[in-house]
């Protein structure tokens, strides 16, 4: 560890270790940071030679920490900004998470340690609130040409994507690698992506706004189609119209021919649909798509019905013809000739078609980041990774993502999901693994982080933390950034 | 001399160590077979008394560089004279400013100079000297914190991109500041010449008189410093996010006066936590890789 000291003057040595022939004062160290004045004497501090010579001397080892022997001026400090080339891509598993922060919440020492987890096995399910046809399940979800993920099942009014995993990230060619990492973070970040599904559609996707589909924002999302509205509201509309009928692109519903009519004894009313039958009181293309009533091109609804049938129909029966949001709705009485003609509605049935247009809410996107924290991870937060694991599964360790709430899948490791729309802006990054870059905290009682392991010596209590240049408070989203309609 | 000057393989096998005194370079060079053996000889070659000629200058290296004329012969001190003269006339400025981005350009023109390279970079320290044939690029990152698994922002830099040199200073490094920024990331069309620029808008992010910063005449700490007794920032009490950006506002505004003379290609300044970026492209700065590319070139933005 020593070299010889020359010209040791008063209060400062000369090194000779190399040309530049530094004057070093007691305390500090030289241009290069290996060698110091320590009460007089040169000594090296180079912390790579050191471990070399331990590890040849069969020494054993323990993780290095800047600053750990030396009082801290010598080696780099560990807040130092580096820029690296090619860095990034290794799991320092041994290191203690950046910060473990202790605070005082309601008397209860509580830590909170704050990690950014690297994530190749991560992804993110998508949900699009949409009618329309995205494409066939289990096709190929593609970004920028390259297959980041595929079409999984339709949900209600919604179509779910999974993107990403480990699969794309990795398993394939570099490129798919990238774009994969590209798209998912920049999804987890809220920011608009373009998909292509394969046989299907191309979909723009933003967590939190409307879906963009082949070039058509999505709206509202209709309450069912027209036989589930007949199905949820046939018991509002049981006394006080004889006929109801819910015009749709889709499936448009006849509350007497319904089952749910039946089911009330709505009599027949010798109503005829154009359209095909699909079962009783379910018509299929009544009317050709578009923009007018129940995503129809119709704007008289009239036209989607035949005449009444003399044998059953009697002049003064009531009727509502609306559509599946509510948007359109019209009130009916047959005349003598059995013609519908339009009435002003009553205050009830214009309250059953509000409760519709009520119950259709934004059409969105909707993004979970979903992430698996591994060994490494959890490593950094305690040197018993699986007694972590096993705190989570006991809810006696709360875990976050960015300070939002997280659902930790049950059964082994911790995979949890996340609304990326609660975390703050920018919180996911990626290293060129390549792999994502999530926040995640464990925040549990003191007591409870000691006894699991925790790494004590690190803990730092969070006043230390407010004035230091290594925290920052950022407000967190409380909801989706997107419009609410 | 008791010095063993440092050069091997790092246990990947593909990356060059070499150390001599205070420099310290990570070297890696790709291309066919041969062309990397005879670009890692060069470096070697070129390497072995590189800071014996630095240090015959030394003396005039520590002094004020004068804008117009130089009398420095060793080819690394020329370019750092070169990087700083630009400076010269309105800063106090020395070629030592220079000295790591100097060293780095210097050893990536000798392994240049001696084999056909698809991509190569010389790393000193974190001031890094970069060659890109046609059609490649590097992730470059930029770390929070070295123990840190992750990186805080990444950034392309492509064959068609000016930049080949990127430099931090701050007063975080091995050398001192007269500001009082945590790093400032600097991409310019050489390392040296992102060295020199990172040094001076460094020391422009500044709160001058704040009773909460500490400040020490440099050669108190360094008997040697090239900065003499000009004060240099030792710590930093209590700021206000309002001072913060005030301060990160002072170095941004140096920073655009260089992008319009075309001295530096963009700047990332960090200061509590807070980041500002200077840039002439919105790709081109770090952390900017969004699908709309005709995003602001120049944003705020916490972290």
Redesign the interface.
Known sequence: MM??ATEAAAD?IRC??????????PG?A?????YANHNGELVRVDPHIVLERTVSHGGRLVPFQ?GGDWDGKIV?????????????T???DY?PA?FIVSSEIDGVDMVTVVT?G?FSYCGVKVKIDTDRYLGPETATVRAQGEAVGHVTTSEYGSQMLSLGGVHHLTGGSKKEGRVTC?AL??LSNC????LTIDGGATVVVQAGYPPVVNGVAEERMRVGCGSATIGMFAKQWQGKVDEVVVVDDHITGVLSEHQAGKLLDIPDTGIKMKGRRSTPGRYFQVAEPGTGWGGTKISDPLSVLGPFDPKTARPGMTMLMVSTTGEHAAYYELDDALKPVEKPMPSDLRLSVERIQENCEPALCTVLFMGGAGG?LRAGVTDNPVRLTRSVKDALTRVTSGGAPVYVWPGGGITFMVDVTRL???AF????TPAL?APIEFTLRLSDYAALGGHMDHVRPLASLK?S????Q?PLQQSAPGPRV | MTRAPQVRFLADGRRLHLQDGPIDLIVEARGRAADMRAAYDAAMQRFSGLLDALCEELPHLRQAADPKRSPLKGAVARRMHAAVAPFAADHFITPMAAVAGAVAEEILAAMLGNARLDRAYVNNGGDIALHLADHEQFTVGLADRPNLPGLMRTMIVSCDDLTRGIATSGRHGRSFSLGIADAVTVLALTASQADAAATIIGNAVDLPGHSAIVRAPAHDLQPDSDLGPRLVTRGIGALSVVEVRRALEAGAGCARRLLATGLIDGAALRLNGEVVMVGARATGMPGVRTPDRSRASESAMHV
Request: hydrophobic share 35%.
């Open positions: 070299t010889d400062k000779d270790a190399c040309p530049v022939m530094c004057y070093i004062r500090a030289g241009a290069c940071d290996r800047a780099h400090e560990a807040s130092v900004f580096v820029t690296a080339i090619g860095a990034g290794t799991y320092p290191k950046p950014e690297i590209d973070m920049d920011k608009p992506v373009e490494s703050p802006a920018g990054g990626y290293v060129p870059v004035d240049t290594e925290i920052h950022i």
